[in-house]
């Protein structure tokens, strides 16, 4: 019997398009920036990983929105 795992996927927009992504898994939600080459971290809750990945924007940036993919 073979086990399989589930992986859902975010990507974060924002005016000028895609600013970073979190992708569930089993550790938690992982939050990546575009263009980064290393994750930011797992974090426990896909609201603290989205708090995390709005921390890395620009001073006064929007909120992103969130597109699962």
Known sequence: MSQT???RLWVAYGPAGAVGKI?????GYTVQMAGADA???TYPS?????RALQ???KPGAEPP???EH
């Open 65 to 67: 929105e969130y597109r």
């Open 39 to 41: 994750a930011l971290g």
């Open 46 to 50: 896909m609201d603290i990983a989205k």
């Open 23 to 27: 992708q569930k898994d089993g550790d």
């Open 5 to 7: 795992s589930t992986r």
């Open 55 to 57: 921390s890395h924007l």
